[in-house]
């Protein structure tokens, strides 16, 4: 469930592979955990796969997001958005599209 969403990556340090950076309205994305997981002041990112096989990310705003070929592109895009505080990284299983 939640837990198995949650996931951490090591960002490789090499320079992202960003293919679109554009807002989106929210749509079927996992909830946000609550409060006593993760507070609603840090910025929330869920990354996975599209059906095409690209790492996608989103915020949980869905205000902000990126397609990439290399998963620490997509880590690293969501570390550099949330900057200079750190980020919550929600890793997801299903399908996950820039719509």
Excluded: Q
Aim: proline share 8%; glycine share 8%.
């Amino acid at each position: 469930m939640l837990s198995e969403a949650f996931g951490a990556a090591i960002d490789a340090g090499e320079s992202p592979d960003v293919w679109s950076r554009t807002s989106h309205a929210p749509d079927a994305l996992p909830p946000r955990p609550d409060r006593s997981a993760l507070n609603e002041s840090i910025p929330l990112y869920y990354i996975g796969r599209n059906r095409n096989g690209f790492w996608v990310v989103r915020s949980a705003d869905g205000r902000i997001g990126g397609l990439f070929v290399f998963k620490r592109s997509a880590v690293r895009f969501a570390r550099e958005e949330s900057e200079p505080a750190a980020c919550a990284l929600m890793f997801v299983a299903e399908p996950l599209e820039l719509t």
